[in-house]
């Protein structure tokens, strides 16, 4: 008898911890902030960082129908950043993971591959320029004030408090999770796990990640972004990665119980 009821205990815990997770997936830019243009093709990043957060929230919710999956937007709408931070921030969910996707640009036209960021000041000079440009569409807003100061320079940057984060350690095996698959199973040039400060991780009350999923002033990576095939090989890695962070969370949970 004490059997069974531990058993149905037990079974009862797990239910209750898979239904406890949350994914909030943040498609960058949208409306009239268009992010990068791609150099050839003229592919607009807001587009294409929607469709493949709409395909990665499909994947997911039909893989783990327990998974609670959260699109900070889901059409072509502009969203401030704290906007975005706060829609994570609502979910009360103990167990969150935020990945916020991005495609870069730069101005040297050979620049290709896939990076993957959380938020941190390691190489802070580095990896200034991604920050800056992504953290840029507060220049588009109307209220300025929930940035707190916060005026995207170079001195703000310092400012910055890693302190304010406890999320390193699984926003960094989450990031590793994804550039091992971009890498492993996709071949693509590998920019590495990095540290920046974007405002989206900072103030996003759980492990996070900036996904910059290729570069749209490359020619080339432009034509294999937009194509099918490169849509579907970026969502098949970000979501491979979330299997094994999700699956790993599973056994951690039930271990720790």
């Known amino acids: 008898m004490i059997k069974r009821v531990f058993k149905i205990f037990t079974l009862l815990f797990l239910v209750l911890t898979l239904q406890s997770f949350t994914v909030v997936i943040d498609a960058g830019h ?36 327990e998974v609670k999956v959260v699109l900070t937007r889901s059409t072509d709408v502009f969203l401030p950043l704290q906007q975005r931070a706060d829609i994570v921030n609502k979910c009360k969910d103990a167990d969150k993971l935020f990945i916020s996707i991005h495609t870069n640009a730069a101005e040297n036209r050979n620049a290709c591959g896939a990076e993957t960021f959380i938020l941190g000041t390691d190489r802070m000079e580095d990896n200034l320029d991604v920050a800056m440009r992504e953290n840029s569409v507060m220049k588009l807003e109307e209220d300025l004030t929930v940035y707190q100061g916060f005026d995207n320079s170079i001195e703000s940057y310092i400012m910055f408090e890693l302190m304010q984060h406890g999320y390193m350690e699984n926003s ?33 009350a759980c492990p996070g990640v900036l996904v910059e999923m290729g570069f749209l002033s490359n020619a080339e990576e432009e034509k294999w972004l937009a194509s099918e095939a490169g849509k579907t090989g970026i969502v098949k890695g970000i979501f491979t990665a979330f299997e094994k962070y999700y699956e790993e969370n599973k056994i951690n949970e039930y271990e720790n119980f």
């Open 172 to 204: 960094m095996i989450f990031a590793e999770k994804v550039q091992n698959e971009f890498v492993g199973s996709l071949q693509r040039a590998n920019r590495g796990v990095r540290q920046a400060a974007f405002w989206v991780l900072l103030q996003s």
């Open 30 to 65: 949208g409306g009239h902030d268009a992010g990068a243009i791609g150099l050839k093709m003229g592919i607009k990043e807001k587009d294409l960082n929607l469709a493949v957060a709409q395909r990665l929230a499909e994947n997911i919710r039909t893989k783990y129908p």
